[in-house]
Each structure stands twice: as C-alpha cells, then as structure tokens.
Nanobody, 131 residues
Framework: EVQLQAYGGGLVQAGGSLRLTCTAS????????VAWIRQAPGKVHEVVSS????????FYADSVKGRFTISSDNAKNTVYLQMNTLKPEDTAVYYC????????????????????????WGQGTLVTVSS
C-alpha cells in the first residue's frame, strides 16, 4: 500500500491562493496516477484534479478549470496542486490519493476520474476559504 502525506491547507480569503503538496514515502509515483480529491461538508467526494505522473496526462473538474493546476516533481516524488482564485465553495478537506496503472500510463483513457478508483489515500488537509 502506498503511504501518502498531504499538507498545505489553511485559511485563506476568497481570491487567494494555496498550494497543496502530496508526497509518498513507500513507493515512487512512477506508474501511478495521483489525484486530489475533496469532500465538502455534507457532500460526496469529488476528484478535482489528477495526473499520470509518468504519462503526463491531467484531469480537472469543471469547477476548478482555469484556477487549479496540478503538477509533479519526479525528483522529489511529489505532486502539487496550485489553487488560485479560491472561492468559498472550494472549502473542503482535500485528500491526495493514488492509483496504480496496469496499462499504459500515457493512455489518457486510463486516467481515473472517480474517487473509488483510487486504492491509497493520504490523510486530509483542510482548506477553508472565507468570503
């Protein structure tokens, strides 16, 4: 099982920015997709963004397109989520989660976009956006 650590959440005013960081201590992210999944109070999990670390493909939920950017630093075995122009509705606990590819990581059709597809989850980090 992949051990993930997510951090970087906090309290920010609407319009502000935060950068979330996800690291793995037990495996390298090569051959994995890493997603940022959030859960707002009373709502279901939502995959906001994911990346195939070795394939380079990315996914963004419509709600965050143009505002959030996912990236990876393979040398540091780290995935980031840069969140700009934050809105109160972005308030949630954000988790990073991993999915191990059994096919070609470069195939965009294989990039998972649902939370249940991810086998390993880190602890959440709370993002609170005040209005």
């Amino acid at each position: 099982e992949v051990q993930l650590q997510a951090y970087g959440g906090g309290l920010v005013q609407a319009g502000g920015s935060l950068r979330l960081t996800c690291t793995a201590s037990s495996v390298t992210f090569d051959g994995y997709a890493v997603a940022w999944i959030r859960q707002a109070p009373g709502k279901v999990h939502e995959v906001v963004s994911s990346i195939s670390v070795s394939g380079g493909n990315t996914f963004y939920a419509d709600s965050v397109k143009g505002r959030f950017t996912i990236s990876s630093d393979n040398a540091k075995n780290t995935v980031y989520l840069q969140m700009n122009t934050l809105k109160p509705e972005d308030t949630a606990v954000y988790y990073c989660a991993a999915y191990q590819f059994f096919g070609d990581p470069k195939d965009p059709k294989l990039l998972p976009t649902f939370s249940y597809e991810h086998d390993s989850w880190g602890q959440g980090t709370l993002v609170t956006v005040s209005s």
